[in-house]
T-cell receptor
Framework: DGGITQSPKYLFRKEGQNVTLSCEQN?????MYWYRQDPGQGLRLIYY???????QKGDIAEGYSVSREKKESFPLTVTSAQKNPTAFYLC????????????????FGEGSRLTVL | GDSVTQMEGPVTLSEEAFLTINCTYT??????LFWYVQYPGEGLQLLLK?????DKGSNKGFEATYRKETTSFHLEKGSVQVSDSAVYFC?????????????FGQGTELSVKP
């Protein structure tokens, strides 16, 4: 079945450690996104990528890094510079960012919950 | 900048009650509008969408009408079920949107009691 796979589902990190969250899609989508979800704050965009080897900062990129070396993969690294990393992280994709029809929706993975101990 | 505002939750209803979750937006031009649903511990699923004024999106008994004059996209369902308990997010995709990203409201938690 086509879809987006995030791993791990749960992750615990000690302060000062970097962690990487995996996001893989087999939908052949060009664009991929990382959102952070905190209780009562909705979803905030961290990074997005419209095409392989290119990505842009979202609204809360500080303390995070990404790469897009393959079309199907968009890993997110939460660095030790992120002051409050405990959150639920959601990866999403869409068919194409450039020229996307106005109805173009995002498809989401199941999420990864990161807890800093 | 573009933004979405939803009514605060939690909203608690009895089974078979009528549901309305308010959503208003601020955006330049004519954005596309979406409602997503999130069940506990899961990602978001698209519930319905509308791309132009007066369009009505509908799915699984839920409806929302794109009202440009009031910049609103309220979600409604005539008779809720316990299985509708979830968090509902309203979102927009701006007309001149670089990257195809969506802007989300803060979410409204719905709890339906038997």
């Amino acid at each position: 079945d086509g879809g987006i796979t995030q791993s791990p589902k749960y992750l615990f990190r000690k302060e000062g450690q970097n962690v990487t969250l995996s996001c893989e899609q087999n939908l052949n989508h060009d664009a991929m996104y990382w959102y952070r979800q905190d209780p009562g704050q909705g979803l905030r965009l961290i990074y997005y990528s419209q095409i392989v080897n290119d990505f842009q900062k979202g609204d809360i990129a500080e303390g995070y890094s990404v790469s897009r070396e393959k079309k199907e993969s968009f890993p997110l690294t939460v660095t030790s510079a992120q002051k409050n990393p405990t959150a639920f992280y959601l990866c999403a994709s869409s068919i194409s960012a450039r020229g996307t029809p106005r109805s173009g929706e995002l498809f989401f993975g199941e999420g990864s919950r990161l807890t800093v101990l | 900048g573009d933004s979405v505002t939803q009514m605060e939750g939690p909203v608690t209803l009895s089974e078979e009650a009528f549901l309305t979750i308010n959503c208003t937006y601020t955006a330049t031009g004519y954005p596309s509008l979406f409602w997503y649903v999130q069940y506990p511990g899961e990602g978001l699923q698209l519930l319905l969408k509308a791309t132009k004024a007066d369009d009505k999106g509908s799915n699984k008994g839920f409806e929302a009408t794109y009202r440009k004059e009031t910049t609103s996209f309220h979600l409604e369902k005539g008779s809720v079920q316990v299985s509708d308990s979830a968090v509902y997010f309203c979102a927009l995709r701006a007309l001149y949107n670089q990257g195809g990203k969506l802007i989300f409201g803060q979410g409204t938690e719905l709890s339906v009691k038997p």
